[in-house]
């Protein structure tokens, strides 16, 4: 599942922030991972749970096993030349 959430301008920068939720071991067997994500998909079709998170200004965007990981993947190569680039480290 991506969650997309509005716009923080408090800030002074004009960007959106989400939140990825995966939810299975990575040895999940592929038939537990596929019913898991038919069934959390189901629940955010549901029209209480899609008018709760515009109310709290989000939106679900389920997407199937393949397009998360790729998400992940894709996300994570970003982040990691943001990172180089800003010279971040940890202390």
């Known amino acids: 599942m991506f969650l997309t959430l509005p716009t ?14 995966g939810f299975a071991p990575k040895d999940m067997p592929a038939d537990i991972v596929s019913k898991l994500n038919n069934e959390i ?7 209480k749970i899609k008018e709760r998170l515009a109310d709290l200004g989000g939106e679900a965007k389920p997407m199937t096993p393949a397009e998360f990981g790729k998400l992940i993947t894709d996300e ?10 800003a010279n ?4």
């Open 8 to 21: 923080d301008l408090s800030t002074g920068h004009d960007f959106k922030t989400s939140s990825r939720q």
């Open 41 to 47: 998909t189901a629940g955010l079709a549901d029209p």
């Open 76 to 85: 994570t190569e970003k982040w990691a030349k943001v990172i180089r680039a």
């Open 88 to 91: 971040i480290k940890l202390k």
